[in-house]
């Protein structure tokens, strides 16, 4: 293989890789966090995948616009990648399901250190994305789908996890099923919060 051939190959497979990372946040996007999942479901090792999303996403977007929606996703995006180079786990994936939506594959079960530490980082930054009124309120207004005006809390975080410690799964789709209902677990506490089963 002559050099030219090599450096054209690596080429090729970085705009291929380059394809299919989420534009707004740089992370691997679903093509890519689908091969991951798939790669945990098939090893024997341990792992764990960690869902992450935003509570009152939607609201914030339509009361702040989407430019500062944008940016609360740059952010959040930035404490998960910080937290997941923070811990000493081989193979950590991070990656950019879509909106709000963030996954963690790790190949260890022990991710208690990993959720606090998104939840420290989310809470000590996401009060740069509010107007100090609303930070004092702890609250912001918006019209519900009755056109109705209502109150929402500030932002928080919620991670849900699986894990084949306890689970084994055959397939991507009944990991994610599995997920789904761990999440509306999550969801049902209204704080930064994480839920691993």
């Known amino acids: 293989i002559t050099v030219k051939d090599l450096l054209e190959k690596s080429t090729q497979l970085e705009v291929s890789f380059a394809k299919h990372l989420n534009p707004l946040s740089g992370l ?5 966090i689908e091969d991951k999942l798939k790669e945990c479901i098939n090893s024997e090792s341990p792992f764990t995948i960690l869902y992450i999303d935003l509570d009152n996403f939607k609201v914030y977007n339509d009361v702040y616009g989407f430019e500062n929606g944008d940016r609360v996703i740059q952010f959040v995006a930035r404490i998960i990648t910080e937290a997941a180079s ?9 990656g950019h399901i879509g909106g709000d939506d963030f996954i963690l594959a790790f190949d260890s079960w022990d991710v208690d250190d990993i959720c606090k530490n998104i939840i420290f980082l989310f809470e000590k930054g996401i009060t740069e994305f509010y107007t100090e009124e609303d930070l004092q309120r702890k609250y912001i207004i918006s019209r519900n789908r009755r056109g109705e005006e209502e109150q929402y809390g500030i932002l928080t975080i919620s991670i849900s996890g699986v894990s084949n410690k306890f689970h084994r799964f055959q397939s991507v789709y009944q990991l994610t099923e599995y997920a789904g209902r761990v999440k509306k677990k999550c969801k049902q506490i209204w704080n930064n919060c994480y839920c691993i089963e």
């Open 28 to 32: 691997p996007g679903n093509i890519l």
């Open 86 to 94: 923070a811990v000493s786990h081989s193979g950590n994936f991070v």
